[in-house]
T-cell receptor, first 115, second 113 residues
Framework: GAVVSQHPSWVICKSGTSVKIECRSL??????MFWYRQFPKQSLMLMAT?????????EQGVEKDKFLINHASLTLSTLTVTSAHPEDSSFYIC???????????FGPGTRLTVT | DAKTTQPNSMESNEEEPVHLPCNHS???????IHWYRQLPSQGPEYVIH???SNVNNRMASLAIAEDRKSSTLILHRATLRDAAVYYC??????????????FGKGTKLTVNP
């Protein structure tokens, strides 16, 4: 099946710094990419939806100036957590959609720890 | 967003069938029923989806009630690798494009050797 990669798989950063997470669709072009966040023992929460070449659509309660999303091409989307704080520590997962009627392919996730 | 209800947890024995139920009484005519599963510390994985008819693939079967208010994911022979959290999600294409997936709490499946 289709493969979605994320880089890095884990990252530790200091409070106040910014961290960029990449999401790539390796063998298909993704019309839409999604970013989720998952806290321990909780379900996935959708943060934003991005389409190539247009601004991301953020879910209610997600600060767009803090979580910057860039969908530069049909195979790459990036999430930048700006001025990270310990409460931003979480498992960040992206998914990609090739066809609106198809299933979403999820990346392996990136574990962010902010100290 | 349409809601689904699933049991918090279920247990099964290895090599036995597993039936994972999902209730979605407020489903609309354009909602597809999707199932994903998530193994520990991994991203979710697509399992199966359907609209009205029962569906089969290499991973599982999906049985959809005639009134579409409930569905059941069937794993024909559970293996230890099937231990995961299973999410039943409704996805609507009413607006002509892809809709977001809204994850509930899912069912944590434990498979006993």
């Amino acid at each position: 099946g289709a493969v979605v990669s994320q880089h890095p798989s884990w990252v530790i950063c200091k409070s106040g710094t910014s961290v960029k997470i990449e999401c790539r669709s390796l063998d298909f072009q993704a019309t839409t990419m999604f970013w989720y966040r998952q806290f321990p023992k909780q379900s996935l929460m959708l943060m934003a939806t991005s389409n190539e070449g247009s601004k991301a659509t953020y879910e209610q309660g997600v600060e767009k100036d803090k979580f910057l999303i860039n969908h530069a091409s049909l195979t790459l989307s990036t999430l930048t957590v700006t001025s990270a704080h310990p409460e931003d520590s979480s498992f960040y997962i992206c998914s990609a959609l090739e066809d609106p009627l198809a299933e979403q392919y999820f990346g392996p996730g990136t574990r962010l720890t902010v100290t | 967003d349409a809601k689904t209800t699933q049991p918090n947890s279920m247990e099964s024995n290895e090599e036995e069938p597993v039936h994972l139920p999902c209730n979605h009484s407020t489903i609309s005519g354009t909602d597809y029923i999707h199932w994903y599963r998530q193994l520990p510390s991994q991203g979710p994985e697509y399992v199966i989806h359907g609209l009205t008819s029962n569906v089969n693939n290499r991973m599982a079967s999906l049985a959809i009630a005639e009134d579409r208010k409930s569905s059941t994911l069937i794993l024909h022979r559970a293996t230890l690798r099937d231990a995961a959290v299973y999410y039943c999600i409704l996805e609507s294409y009413a607006q002509g494009g892809s809709e977001k997936l809204v994850f509930g709490k899912g069912t944590k499946l434990t498979v006993n050797p």
